[in-house]
């Protein structure tokens, strides 16, 4: 018979645990029915967790490359059945209650996220910071960034199905792993359903693999990494915007609020706002086609349409406009310059045309380099 369900646990040292584990999961199979699987995705252990599992039947993959996404990829890659569940070996799930997991895979389902917070957290279950800190912030951060409705980005009980798994393309190898999996299925459209999970206190005695601030920075910033949007783009356009309009005033004259008094120098730094948020648009775009180009993210209607949009010829002419446009205000100053007979400026007017001048030369040298090397990225198109 075709196996239908694969329930993977990754291990690492789970000797006290591991047994009570594989057994829930196979009574679960038996009293439902379902001609299912264990797999132990072994990361090293030195405890006798091997021969634990084979004792009961489980079917051990030892995978050497460390880590919790790597353990887990391994034993997902190993499993034979048409679904997977995955879940950790530590007794804080109940392998008993798989059912709302496979039905919600059977009504087609890509991928089925438990929620703690609805189903509950018992007591000592779950590290304060985690449960009111960590959690909740990363899994904000998830659903603002990937327009993702999941409650819960880090429950570790989870299904998908097989065919799903490789649509994701996961290729992390930490903690990091967990949110990568809901970010790479939000991305690719996958079908996603939530079902409350019961989470309670693992039945170890040693402290868990996971460790609070390292895995937690290690979720972060996969979640900021692959989100180009928010890394790149949105801060660059707000600094930019903010920089055209506060130049554009200052440009036209002093600027009072009360009794400050903003002049040239100001200026200067509401110029750099406009080219510091520059290089930020021009850093995501770069991005957006490394990422793309290298499988990292999928492409879009909207990417094919940035290389439509933009090309080497169009940056190349608006380059060169903004080069020589600052080279005649270049060229004004000087003039007005000469009439001090290049002595000491006083006059602000002065650095009113040079300071946009230098601001234009410096943006059309980096469109044109951008354009260039943009074009190199997109090649492969």
Same mark, same amino acid.
């Given at each position: 018979m075709n196996v239908e369900l694969s329930v993977v646990m990754p291990c690492l040292n789970e000797a006290e645990t591991l047994a009570v584990c594989i057994e829930k999961a196979q009574g679960f199979f038996e009293r439902e029915n379902i001609n299912g699987e264990v797999i132990i995705a072994d990361n090293g252990s030195t405890d006798g967790s091997q021969q634990i599992a084979k004792n009961l039947n489980a079917t051990v993959v030892n995978v050497p490359q460390k880590g919790y996404g790597s353990a887990l990829r391994g034993g997902i890659e190993a499993a034979n059945g048409k679904y997977v569940i995955m879940g950790d070996a530590d007794d804080s799930y109940d392998f008993n209650n798989l059912m709302p997991y496979v039905s919600k895979l059977r009504e087609g389902n890509d991928l089925v996220m438990g929620n703690r917070f609805k189903g509950g957290i018992k007591k000592g279950a779950m590290p304060f910071l985690h449960k009111y800190l960590g959690n909740p912030v990363l899994s904000f951060i998830g659903r603002l960034f990937f327009k993702s409705k999941i409650g819960d980005f880090h429950c570790g009980l989870r299904g998908f199905s097989k065919e799903a798994y490789y649509k994701m393309e996961l290729k992390t190898t930490g903690m990091e792993f967990a949110s990568e999996m809901i970010v790479k299925a939000s991305l690719k459209n996958l079908k996603i359903a939530e079902v409350p999970t019961v989470l309670s206190p693992d039945g170890r005695t040693r402290p868990p693999h996971l460790n609070t601030w390292r895995d937690g920075w290690r979720h972060l910033r996969f979640l900021v990494l692959y989100s180009p949007n928010w890394l790149f783009l949105i801060p660059g356009l707000l600094l930019m915007v903010f920089g055209v309009i506060t130049s554009a005033f200052l440009i036209a004259g002093p600027v009072s609020i009360g009794t400050v008094n903003f002049d040239v120098h100001t200026l200067l730094f509401t110029s750099g706002f406009v080219l510091i948020g520059f290089q930020f648009i021009l850093f995501y775009g770069l991005t957006k086609v490394f990422t793309v180009e290298n499988d990292l993210l999928p492409k879009s209607n909207k990417y094919d349409r940035l290389f439509k949009f933009i090309n080497l010829e169009k940056g190349l002419i608006l380059g060169l406009i903004l080069v020589i446009v600052g080279i005649v205000l270049s060229i004004s100053a000087y003039w007005d310059w000469q009439?001090?007979?290049?002595?000491?400026?006083?006059?602000? %007017? #002065?650095?009113?045309? #040079?300071?946009? %001048? #230098?601001?234009?030369m410096l943006l059309g040298i980096q469109i044109i380099l951008f354009s260039l090397f943009f074009s190199i990225l997109g090649l492969k198109k």
């Open positions: 009439e001090t007979s290049f002595g000491d400026i006083n006059n602000t %007017a #002065v650095f009113r045309t #040079v300071i946009p %001048a #230098v601001t234009l």
